[in-house]
């Protein structure tokens, strides 16, 4: 092939050839066709660092793999909100995969995260499409910055671990549209991944593999992708089906028999050659690509650098009554407890562990940034008489693999007993103490919370994790990360909690867009810590809102400008994320009070002010409209807020939208009141219906009380209803028989 253009080797390859080339040859290779010059390729799992397994691995995949750094999980790398730091990650992930001849990192998975249940959460941004895109985006782009292939995973509505290879999502359009796919589209159109992976599930009672609507019209005719979809590992289950829908390459190949039954399709007529042709020619662009890639030298100490820094930005300061930061002191005598203190944990369970370079351990790594104090190690539930010598004491408490692993979801969101147990009895010592929590996704704390004097909430945030905890805790680092879900104060209050899992093989979306702060805002609910909230060992201030609209709905340039002013008001430099946030009080469906619609990380000196602005344009304005089949910004009043969380806004004000009514398009099915509702269609219904000799609508035109009791009737079913006016002909002059 390299003297070949792609053309010239796609008309000289058989049909044997071109089946063999859209299935791997074996668990992470693709397939090679040596007389054509056409070389396999090695993907490798990901997202948060390299799962590279040697030659001799085992057969499923799972078992040991060659060392590579282990970045933050996706659960902590979102809450840094900062898309340059998961840039420079991602280039990172790039550059080690260079070193290791890795064609494909499989990752990022951007799956939203509908319940805290999910067992693969700390794999996935957020609860909310705007930041998973964002921080996605970065990671791709940081990756793919290397030669390097990403895959952005996994496509679409995989969002528990229960019953996953079969189970149905059965999701509305809306909700898909607004929710479920937005930072898969983004990624798309901005970041063009070379490959997609798509999910085990069956969406709408279709698997993800054979999804028609999903791998083709949606992904390459809307959004314009021009990669490879590559199966997640077994999700095939029909491979004709499956090429004919959009699916490209399956993993690991079902050799024998998924490129017989390709062969065998297209001889038969059953499969347009044209599919396999362009599945072939896709594959080899992906080789294409992959030929840019030059060897590299990975810098471990320099990954591990990065990781320390991208862990120290992640981890959230959920509560702080004064006590921290630490300040180095001879007479300071800080208590060490549990097991994570010199035994971290840092990533998730499944196929995305990953063998670190190195593991930071906390006992060392505050006792390297605090020399002079006394740092002292309790392990267990016996640490409350430890704690009575104590000036401070540190519990690092979590969740174990068990917990929350890829395969299986939780069936509760509660700290294991002992453990809330040991918090208690901490508390109730009387002495300061800082809670440090080690986990993939939220926990429950509202047992407790009211009795400690901080919260650090460090997620699974890879091999630097103590040492980036070490940072916080001494004040080396002012915490800047935000929360990308919401800690409720009960599991009962998700707005999945009636819905997750599922059974009988469906799971039924029924919170519709309501998912994470959208339905605990609609409703009301008191939770722990809100969406988008983190503490600073600074405060900031937010003043002088200003918002310019530029254009129109009605031509399509809608331009909205935001900006306000941002200033350190506390002594020490630190970062803030601002959050925008729009709604609309007043619509024609239902809407969350507010969407998180843009976001940026700002670092200010003290007692300096920085001015940021935000664009908006119509789609930040719009919800899908099932009915018209696009999105729709309805004219009339916006609700701009900008906060340091969903529940902290600083700053708000409303704007009008102007534009003619949008209208529910008529049909036979629409209602009285739907005709009513629309300007052009009212006007035609009353010149079909007339008006009596003193000028008043004729039937139930003129009955304002009639209408609205029966006006929920389609029209043509009151045709059988004497004295309404709405006869055949009436309807057959609005509605034409096609």
Not at 185 to 196: G, N, S
Not at 229 to 247: E, I, N, T
Not at 334 to 344: D, K, P, Q, S, W
Request: glycine share 8%.
């Amino acid at each position: 092939m390299a003297n070949e253009t792609t053309s010239e080797t796609l008309a000289a390859l058989s049909i044997e050839q071109k089946a063999a080339l859209c299935i791997g040859s074996d668990f992470w290779h693709t397939t090679a066709v040596p007389e054509h010059n056409i070389e396999a390729l090695l993907v490798t799992d990901g997202p948060h660092g390299l799962r590279r397994q040697p030659d001799d691995g085992d057969h499923v995949g799972i078992g040991g793999s060659l060392p590579a750094t282990c970045f933050p999980t996706a659960s902590a790398l979102g809450s840094s909100w900062d898309p340059a730091l998961v840039r420079e990650v991602g280039q990172a992930i790039g550059v080690e995969a260079r070193a290791q001849g890795v064609a494909v990192v499989l990752g990022p998975g951007v799956n939203i995260k509908r319940s805290p249940l999910c067992g693969r959460n700390f794999e996935y941004v957020s609860e909310d499409p705007h930041v998973a895109g964002r921080i996605g985006a970065a990671l791709v782009e940081g990756i793919q910055s290397q030669q390097v292939g990403g895959s952005v995973k996994h496509f679409a509505a995989n969002n528990q671990e229960t019953d996953r290879i079969r189970v149905s999502a059965e999701v509305d359009e809306r909700t898909l549209r607004e929710i479920y796919l937005p930072a898969f589209e983004y990624i798309i159109t901005t970041a063009r991944p070379w490959t997609v992976m798509c999910s085990y599930n069956k969406l709408n009672g279709t698997y993800a593999s054979q999804h028609r609507w999903l791998l083709t019209d949606v992904l390459r005719d809307e959004w314009g992708f021009d990669g490879v979809v590559v199966s997640d590992w077994g999700a095939v289950h029909d491979r004709v089906g499956a090429l004919a829908a959009g699916l490209d390459l399956e993993m690991p190949p079902n050799l024998g028999v998924s490129d017989r039954a390709v062969v065998e399709a297209v001889r038969s007529g059953q499969l347009d050659i044209a599919a396999l042709d362009r599945t072939s020619a896709r594959m080899l662009a992906l080789l294409e690509r992959s030929r840019q890639r030059q060897p590299a030298e990975s810098d471990a100490a320099a990954h591990h650098a990065l990781a320390r820094r991208a862990a120290a930005e992640s981890i959230v300061l959920l509560k702080n009554e004064g006590v921290l930061p630490l300040v180095d002191d001879a007479e300071l005598r800080v208590l060490l407890v549990g097991e994570f203190a010199r035994t971290m944990r840092f990533q998730g369970a499944g196929s995305s562990q990953v063998n670190p370079t190195r593991i930071d351990v906390l006992l060392d790594e505050l006792a390297s940034l605090l020399p002079s104090s006394r740092i002292t190690f309790a392990p267990d539930a016996d640490a409350a008489e430890s704690a009575l010598h104590a000036d401070v004491v540190v519990a690092c408490i979590g969740l174990s693999p068990e917990d929350e692993s890829e395969g299986y979801d939780r069936t509760h969101i509660d700290l294991p007993v002992a453990q809330v147990e040991l918090v208690h009895a901490l508390a109730a010592t009387g002495r300061p103490v800082v809670v440090a929590l080690i986990n993939g996704s939220a926990v429950r704390v509202s047992d407790w919370a009211d009795e400690v004097d901080a919260i650090v909430e460090c997620w699974l945030a890879g091999q630097a994790t103590a040492g980036a905890l070490a940072d916080i805790l001494s004040g080396q680092i002012n915490p800047s990360g935000k929360l990308t879900e919401t800690i409720p104060r009960r599991l009962a209050d998700n707005s999945a909690y009636l819905n997750f899992p599922g059974e009988q093989g469906h799971v039924r979306y029924g919170e519709g867009v309501f998912v994470g702060y959208r339905g605990y805002d609609a409703q009301q609910v008191d939770v722990s810590y809100p969406f988008g909230h983190g503490l600073s060992y600074t405060d900031f201030d937010y003043a002088d809102l200003s918002v310019d609209l530029a254009g129109s709905v009605t031509d399509g340039d809608l331009r909205i400008t935001v900006s306000c002013t941002v200033t350190n008001a506390g002594d020490r430099i630190g970062a803030e994320v601002v959050q925008l946030y729009v709604g609309d009080p007043v619509a024609s469906v239902a809407r969350p009070p507010r969407e998180l619609r843009a976001f940026r990380k700002l670092q200010v000196a003290p007692g300096r002010a920085e001015r940021v602005e935000f664009r908006l344009v119509e789609r930040d304005l719009s919800f899908w409209s099932s009915s018209h089949g696009r999105w729709l910004a309805e004219p009339g009043q916006f609700v701009i807020e900008v906060g340091a969380s969903s529940r902290d806004i600083r700053l708000r004000t409303v704007i009008d939208l102007d534009g003619p009514p949008a209208g529910l398009p008529l049909t036979d099915s629409s209602t009285l009141l739907e005709w009513l509702a629309d300007p052009v269609g009212r006007e035609r219904l009353h010149a079909a219906v007339g008006v009596d000799a003193n000028g008043r609508p004729n039937g139930i035109l003129g009955q304002p009380a009639m209408a609205a009791m029966i006006g929920n009737f389609p029209l043509p079913s009151l045709v059988v209803f004497p004295g309404l006016g709405i006869t055949h002909d009436v309807v057959e002059s609005l509605l034409p028989r096609q």
